[in-house]
């Protein structure tokens, strides 16, 4: 009796196999045409947003660098440049 079962397990899995390898459908088949656009539309929307975010945040540290240097005072000056300064 065990030989049966055993036999009729791989045989069932062959079957699935099979079919698995000739009817392979993807989520793209399965989704229809619209909202196939509707979802790259939004990926594309999504990857502007965080293009913008990430632009907007460089430019944000960028200005912040600059006000920290332009707000520095004679001694900060002093210990990062020391007398490698020019005469003027």
Aim: hydrophobic content about 25%; aromatic content about 4%.
């Amino acid at each position: 009796m065990g030989k049966k079962r055993k036999q009729q397990q791989r045989s069932d899995h062959n079957t699935t196999t099979s079919l698995s390898k000739q009817d392979t459908v993807t989520l793209a088949d399965q989704l229809g045409g619209d909202v196939l656009a509707k979802l790259k539309a939004a990926k594309q929307d999504l990857t502007a947003k965080e293009r913008a975010a990430e632009e907007e945040r460089q430019a944000k540290l960028a200005f912040e660098r600059k006000q920290r240097e332009k707000n520095k005072s004679f001694e900060e000056l002093l210990h990062e440049y020391g007398d490698k300064g020019s005469k003027y």
